[in-house]
């Protein structure tokens, strides 16, 4: 009998210590929380004024009471979202307690009336979680405008992309090799932070003067709508071929226009025309043993405006590469390196090299750069590059490249810069500017504002003063 009573002593000790332990509180930094979800993502499309109603579950996996310090909503009362926490509809809320190994819900609710203008496409906000001295956030991300939403599609056959709704890119576009993407005038597209446009087939791109295709970021909220690095930017690959790209503007890019690899055919793998490439934080246009042939086209305000790497073959004619330090992109690098050379695999490499520069300006200013053209020549491959007609700021003439009928040293007299307002105008007004007139004559007979250039002799850069 004494023992029965022993074991029976024994096992009400047990359970009210498991009981006391399950009802004690976890302060450790350990504590395991588990959210049901990381992220929500409200993938309606608005046709109207809209609200749709998503949860997620905040899960205790401790085998003792957890307090959640914060629940809040980042975006306060002023975001798009509303937040519901175990039943109290709030912004924030605060000492929480969930009971050992169980859970509480989060509702969240949104509501966008997608024909506001001053909306992003993407709308963001997100919910700070606390506890322990631990943070942790769910992402909320909702369609704010009306368009076409694209989320990781690869197109294949033959695409074609028109002005009526802009086109929103979440998650990527890839372009089969097979297929063909053509963009008519007045097109927009919005690509999101994690969205690149990667070309394996062929794109082609038919702006006009008065109706560009246009390539920026999502945020066109106003603290958004001006940052580099908004997108990652359009990948031309290696079996890509035959793009040509006519009136296109690519702004607020990581990284504008990547070429990769030897073209398949006897074509250039990217042709561009009057294009502006503008406010990209790394590479404008960076070709890595490719081929591509551009004509009155500006590239502006990059942090690598052209790199033109491991050899290829290039024509640049009537281009403008021009940038300014500025609050967002710091000019250190040099407008134009062209390179025979690559690392690869801490190895160097070289190729052949044969790049043309004709009737283009080369000029940076703000910055730390002494020599905004720099061509380096590595090993015995054929090497040969032409600067003819060109203005361009250095203080050294570029080396082991041909020099013919070049301008140095000359400020290009641009219309008007003006870099805490974030205004530039690289047009040249002045008759008496060193470029104006200093032009090789060309097969091209219009300028970016597709005025003409047949009256004399063409000017220098992508826009004609006459």
């Known amino acids: 009998m004494k023992q029965l009573i022993s074991i029976v002593s024994a096992l009400v000790i047990l359970c009210w210590v498991a009981s006391c332990k399950k009802d004690s509180l976890i302060t450790s930094g350990d504590a395991r929380l588990r959210f049901s979800a990381d992220s929500l993502k409200f993938d309606t499309v608005f046709a109207s004024t809209g609200s749709v109603t998503k949860s997620f579950k905040i899960i205790n996996e401790n085998n003792q009471r957890l307090k959640l310090n914060r629940v809040k909503l980042m975006g306060g009362a002023a975001s798009a979202y509303k937040m519901n926490v175990d039943g109290i509809a709030t912004t924030e809320a605060n000492d929480l307690e969930i009971a050992a190994n169980d859970s509480i819900y989060v509702f969240v609710s949104v509501n966008i009336n997608p024909s506001a203008a001053n909306l992003p496409f993407v709308v963001s906000d997100s919910i700070q979680v606390s506890f322990n001295g631990n943070t942790r956030f769910v992402q909320l991300q909702a369609y704010g405008q009306n368009a076409r939403f694209l989320r990781g599609v690869v197109l294949t056959g033959n695409n074609t992309w028109n002005k009526t709704l802009p086109y929103v890119i979440l998650d ?20 999101h932070a994690n969205a690149p446009i990667l070309v394996d087939g062929t794109l082609i791109i038919n702006g006009t003067k008065t109706d560009s295709v246009v390539f920026a970021g999502d945020r066109i909220d106003p603290d958004y709508r001006d940052l580099p690095a ?53 590479a404008g246009i960076r070709c890595v ?96 590059v032409l600067f003819e007609n060109c203005l361009y700021k250095a203080l050294s003439d570029p080396a082991n490249a041909t020099l013919t009928a070049v301008v140095k040293n000359q400020a290009p007299r641009f219309d008007s810069i003006n870099v805490n307002k974030r205004w530039y105008n690289f047009r040249v007004s002045n008759p008496a500017a060193p470029g104006v007139n200093k032009g090789a004559a060309t097969s091209f007979l219009k300028d970016l504002d597709d005025k003409n250039r047949n009256v004399g002799l063409p000017d220098m850069g992508c826009y004609e003063q006459q």
């Not at 053509?182 to 597209?189: A, E, F, N, V, Y």
């Not at 490499?349 to 703000?366: D, H, P, Q, Y």
């Open 289 to 384: 043993n490719s081929s591509l042939q551009a004509d009155n086209s500006l590239i502006s305000n990059c942090g690598n405006n052209v790199n033109l790497i491991y050899g290829g073959n290039y024509t640049l004619t009537h281009c403008t590469v021009a940038s300014y330090s500025n609050l967002y992109v710091n000019h250190k690098n040099p407008v134009l390196i062209a390179t025979n050379a690559a690392t690869q695999n801490g190895t160097t490499v070289t190729a052949s090299l044969n790049a043309v520069f004709r009737n283009c300006i080369f000029w940076g200013e703000l910055g730390l750069v002494d020599n905004e053209v720099v061509v380096n020549r590595q090993g015995a491959n054929a090497f040969a």
């Open 230 to 282: 908004g997108w990652p930017g359009i990948y031309f690959r290696g079996r890509s071929k035959d793009n040509v790209l006519r009136y296109a503007v690519v702004k607020n890019a990581y990284q504008g226009i990547v070429v990769d690899k030897p073209s398949v055919n006897a074509n250039p793998k990217v042709r561009m025309s009057q294009c502006v490439l503008d406010n990209i934080y790394d």
């Open 172 to 191: 990527g576009v890839r372009i089969d090799t097979t297929a063909t993407l053509t963009i008519l005038p007045g097109t927009r597209i919005y690509a």
